[in-house]
């Protein structure tokens, strides 16, 4: 077998090279990814090149020697760099394989008809050396794109941390560079979300993937919409995972639909117009998820929604003087009489200062809980017929919650000595 391509290897090299120009030509015709990226001399010599390894290959095969594989490996490292697709470059690969079995039998056939017979072992080592050549192409194209993709990540997840940390100044070079690299326009309405520990996550592992930017929904850091429309770009850090959320013209509570399906603790900033102010919105809507009780199960707070409880959520040393010198003797109480009062108040202020809905929710009688008010406006120094004493008690109890969801196992607060009564 050997002996035979010897014999016609100038004849071989000759009906090589015109393959290479027909297979180059029927190339860029047929597949505008390659006609995007290479000139036709290129392409050509590329393809006469590996139509000759091809050969070479089978020599060596013939010989039971092993297939060089290196310049393999290098194309495809060096198209999937390029962005070539790799249906394309296999599809280049295979066709020339067809391509030089064809020139090789026309050769055999020009030289010595009556060789074609011994040539057909040789089939068997050509498709097996087309085999390895191939395969070394796609796992070079294939680790060269799963590293590129991997840089990627690293590279959206630095530029989005440089829009939610606040890099510089919000109209500031580095923002406005990272917004126009993650395809953020200058201007236009933009949300950020806070998921809260133990939520189970956008992307179903960012980043967050985890650890990563997701430009994606729900489902995981691409760029297809989210189930509600809205474009997110997710990033998962160790402190916890965020969103980034294009609203276009849809409203902030369809950002309620995006978190439906997470089962998820989340809070939301307002709308910001410009990514410079992203970094702003991530602060307000970690401080709307502070809202929302750990303990409560799936919510999504819209920190527009829950103002005064993020009041107080912002102001850790106010809110514990708050709920000491408005609800102090309250929480002096042995623990089931203070648990029946601060019930009765927040069921109370649930239904809009309505005793007789209060008495429903609460599966006792209205008197019941008229008792219970008087009792605790007694203990308090506040009258709940007073709007300015209503406030304090309805600021002072989220205080209690709040507390009560960061400290689960704390014991309750010291006794504290009775308030002074203001007013009726």
Same mark, same amino acid.
């Given at each position: 077998?050997?002996?035979?391509?010897?014999?016609?290897?100038?004849?071989?090299?000759?009906?090589?090279?015109?393959?290479?120009?027909?297979?180059?030509?029927?190339?860029?015709?047929?597949?505008?990814?390659?006609?995007?990226?290479?000139?036709?001399?290129?392409?050509?010599?590329?393809?006469?090149?590996?139509?000759?390894?091809?050969?070479? #290959?089978?020599?060596?095969?013939?010989? +039971?020697?092993?297939?060089?594989? /290196?310049?393999?490996?290098?194309? +495809?490292?060096?198209? /999937?760099?390029?962005?070539?697709?790799?249906?394309?470059l296999l599809r280049t690969y295979r066709r020339g394989g067809r391509l030089v079995w064809q020139a090789l039998t026309e050769a055999v056939a020009a030289h010595d008809p009556e060789a074609l017979?011994?040539?057909?072992?040789?089939?068997?080592?050509?498709?097996?050396?087309?085999?390895?050549?191939?395969?070394?192409?796609?796992?070079?194209?294939?680790?060269?794109?799963?590293?590129?993709?991997?840089?990627?990540?690293?590279?959206?997840? /630095?530029?989005?941390?440089?829009?939610?940390?606040?890099?510089?100044?919000?109209?500031?070079?580095?923002?406005?560079?990272? =917004?126009?690299?993650?395809?953020?326009?200058?201007?236009?309405?933009?949300?950020?979300?806070?998921?809260?520990? +133990?939520?189970?996550?956008?992307?179903?592992?960012?980043?967050?993937?985890?650890?990563?930017?997701?430009?994606?929904?729900?489902?995981?850091?691409?760029?297809?919409?989210?189930?509600?429309?809205?474009?997110?770009?997710?990033?998962?850090? /160790?402190?916890?995972?965020?969103? @980034?959320?294009?609203?276009?013209?849809?409203?902030?509570?369809?950002?309620?639909?995006?978190?439906?399906?997470?089962?998820?603790r989340a809070g939301v900033s307002p709308v910001v117009e410009t990514p410079g102010h992203l970094a702003r919105a991530r602060w307000l809507a970690a401080l709307a998820l502070r809202t929302v009780?750990?303990?409560?199960?799936?919510?999504?707070?819209?920190?527009?929604?829950?103002?005064?409880?993020?009041?107080?959520?912002?102001?850790?040393?106010?809110?514990?003087?708050?709920?000491?010198?408005?609800?102090?003797?309250?929480?002096? @109480?042995?623990?089931?009489?203070?648990?029946?009062?601060?019930?009765?108040?927040?069921?109370?202020?649930?239904?809009?200062?309505?005793?007789?809905y209060a008495a429903q929710r609460l599966y006792c009688h209205r008197n019941t809980v008229s008792n219970r008010l008087r009792r605790l406006e007694q203990l308090t120094g506040r009258t709940l017929?007073?709007?300015?004493?209503?406030?304090?008690?309805?600021?002072?109890?989220?205080?209690?919650?709040?507390?009560?969801? #960061?400290?689960? =196992?704390?014991?309750?607060?010291?006794?504290?000595?009775?308030?002074?009564?203001?007013?009726?």
């Amino acid at each position: 077998m050997e002996r035979i391509i010897e014999e016609i290897r100038e004849d071989l090299s000759r009906r090589i090279a015109a393959t290479a120009d027909r297979l180059a030509d029927r190339t860029l015709a047929e597949d505008p990814a390659y006609a995007a990226l290479l000139g036709r001399a290129e392409l050509r010599e590329r393809i006469h090149h590996n139509l000759r390894q091809s050969v070479e #290959g089978l020599v060596l095969g013939v010989r +039971g020697l092993p297939v060089e594989l /290196a310049d393999a490996r290098a194309t +495809g490292t060096v198209r /999937a760099e390029q962005g070539l697709p790799l249906a394309s470059l296999l599809r280049t690969y295979r066709r020339g394989g067809r391509l030089v079995w064809q020139a090789l039998t026309e050769a055999v056939a020009a030289h010595d008809p009556e060789a074609l017979p011994r040539l057909l072992p040789a089939a068997a080592v050509l498709w097996d050396v087309l085999d390895q050549l191939t395969d070394a192409v796609a796992d070079a194209y294939r680790r060269t794109e799963a590293a590129r993709s991997d840089r990627d990540r690293e590279r959206r997840a /630095a530029l989005l941390d440089a829009l939610l940390d606040g890099a510089g100044p919000p109209d500031g070079p580095a923002v406005s560079e990272a =917004a126009a690299q993650l395809g953020l326009p200058e201007r236009g309405r933009f949300a950020v979300v806070v998921l809260g520990s +133990g939520s189970s996550g956008s992307s179903g592992s960012s980043g967050g993937s985890r650890g990563s930017a997701d430009p994606g929904g729900p489902g995981r850091p691409g760029t297809e919409p989210a189930p509600s429309g809205l474009r997110v770009l997710w990033r998962i850090r /160790a402190d916890g995972e965020t969103g @980034l959320v294009e609203l276009g013209h849809h409203p902030l509570d369809s950002v309620r639909e995006l978190l439906g399906p997470l089962g998820a603790r989340a809070g939301v900033s307002p709308v910001v117009e410009t990514p410079g102010h992203l970094a702003r919105a991530r602060w307000l809507a970690a401080l709307a998820l502070r809202t929302v009780p750990a303990s409560g199960g799936p919510c999504t707070a819209l920190l527009d929604e829950r103002l005064p409880t993020a009041l107080v959520a912002s102001q850790a040393e106010l809110a514990g003087r708050l709920r000491q010198v408005v609800l102090g003797p309250v929480l002096a @109480l042995p623990a089931e009489d203070r648990r029946v009062l601060l019930n009765t108040l927040g069921t109370w202020l649930t239904c809009q200062g309505s005793t007789t809905y209060a008495a429903q929710r609460l599966y006792c009688h209205r008197n019941t809980v008229s008792n219970r008010l008087r009792r605790l406006e007694q203990l308090t120094g506040r009258t709940l017929s007073d709007p300015a004493h209503v406030v304090e008690l309805a600021l002072a109890h989220a205080a209690v919650l709040q507390r009560a969801a #960061g400290e689960p =196992a704390a014991a309750g607060p010291k006794p504290a000595g009775r308030a002074p009564r203001r007013g009726g």
